[in-house]
């Protein structure tokens, strides 16, 4: 079993920049996917970046050139720098992983971008 455990989010102002991380526990495959995802109410859930276990890295158009996905390997952990946030980028944000042995999801954490 996998568990991923996300923080940093949270209240910012229009743009302003937060970074959140999200680090795997358990049994995790060295080769993997990892990235973030994110939901508002009554919508799905929208892909915003992800990066492979070899630092290959897929952005939504919507956060290209704001956003920047990064991991370290060796902790497990994912991070996603946020600039230049804007009201559309309130939702909740939920960390993924993804490897031949399963999909896993954090539980989710609240940015809100308001002033």
């Known amino acids: 079993q996998v568990q991923l455990v996300e923080s940093g989010g949270g209240l910012v102002q229009p743009g302003g920049s937060l970074r959140l991380s999200c680090a795997a526990s358990?049994?995790?495959?060295?080769?993997?996917?990892m990235g973030w995802y994110r939901q508002t109410p009554g919508k799905q859930r929208d892909l915003v970046a992800t990066?492979?276990?070899?630092?290959?890295?897929n952005y939504a158009d919507s956060v290209m050139g704001r956003f920047t996905i990064s991991r370290d390997n060796a902790k497990n952990t994912v991070y996603l720098q946020m600039n230049s946030l804007t009201p559309e980028d309130t939702a909740v944000y939920y960390c993924?992983?993804?490897?031949?042995?399963?999909?896993?999801w954090g539980q989710g954490t609240q940015i809100t971008v308001s002033s």
């Open positions: 990066i492979t276990s070899g630092s290959t890295t």
């Open positions: 358990g049994s995790i495959s060295n080769i993997n996917t």
């Open positions: 993924r992983l993804r490897s031949v042995a399963g999909n896993y």
